[in-house]
């Protein structure tokens, strides 16, 4: 589940207008590439324009684009391209990272030195539009405390972290993913997932969902929404929740990183 770590008045307005992502002070992106930059997610793949820095000059690039903080606090750019060789992690071996190229694995679990004489484990997926493998900490991952009006178990919410597939009862299956711009995939267009806040109960409507890995939704069963989803939605709209959540921030945490 992903919470608002930045916002709209923090985005860069000037260099998304000299990449053509913005107009007069006016966005030009779809709802959910603007999602995924205000929490801290990779976009789609867009065409940007106009790149330019001291050693080069692209009038035209595909490629996503997300958001960080820099040390000086400021909200930075990041422009993630499409590699010709993605750069393989080094505690990937060969037929690891060939088994993520090849989509045979939606992602892997490894375990990796912290830097301080600890461990951590680390998810690892590919990204085929980037040609790019994407590692997120599983620690940072934030697994929702409820989807559809229904609490994860423990259980559930660590399958969740560790990018595993989850089911609940009126038959939603979702799984997280640090590739997809909306941060999960489900066999449902839509879902609604809660987390309990110092202030109550905290709500981000999904929609538009793709489907989980290397399959297709069904038609009709993926635009069924359960009684769980509806009584969420009410709740939702009951309470006025700011739908995007961003009433509520993070600090310094990063999700992608290379």
Excluded: C, W
């Excluded at 991952?141 to 178990?153: F, G, H, K, R």
């Amino acid at each position: 589940m992903d919470l608002v770590r930045f916002k709209e008045s923090e985005l860069p307005i000037k260099d998304l207008e000299t990449m053509g992502l913005a107009a007069d002070g006016r966005l030009l992106l779809e709802e959910a590439d603007l999602r995924a930059l205000l929490t801290g997610r990779r976009t789609s793949l867009l065409q940007l324009e106009n790149l330019k820095n001291d050693k080069i000059a692209i009038k035209a690039l595909d490629a996503k684009i997300s958001l960080r903080t820099a040390g000086n606090g400021k909200t930075e750019l990041l422009i993630h391209p499409v590699y010709h060789k993605p750069p393989t992690p080094d505690f990937l071996d060969d037929d690891e990272a060939a088994q993520l190229e090849k989509g045979e694995a939606a992602n892997l679990q490894k375990i990796v030195d912290d830097g301080e004489g600890g461990k951590k484990e680390m998810l690892v997926e590919y990204d085929p539009e980037t040609r790019e493998f994407i590692v997120s900490d599983t620690d940072r991952i934030l697994a929702p405390d409820m989807v559809n009006s229904e609490y994860l178990t423990p259980a559930q919410k660590e399958r969740y972290r560790k990018g595993k597939e989850v089911e609940i009862d009126d038959r939603t299956k979702f799984s997280y993913s640090a590739v997809d711009k909306h941060g999960i995939r489900a066999n449902k267009l839509a879902l609604i997932a809660s987390i309990l806040m110092d202030a109550g109960m905290s709500y981000v409507l999904y929609k538009g969902l793709n489907a989980l890995f290397n399959r297709k939704h069904d038609p009709i069963d993926s635009a069924e929404l359960s009684p769980g989803y509806h009584q969420a939605l009410e709740q939702l709209q009951a309470d006025n929740a700011v739908m995007n959540n961003s009433h509520i921030r993070f600090g310094a945490k990063q999700r992608y990183f290379r």
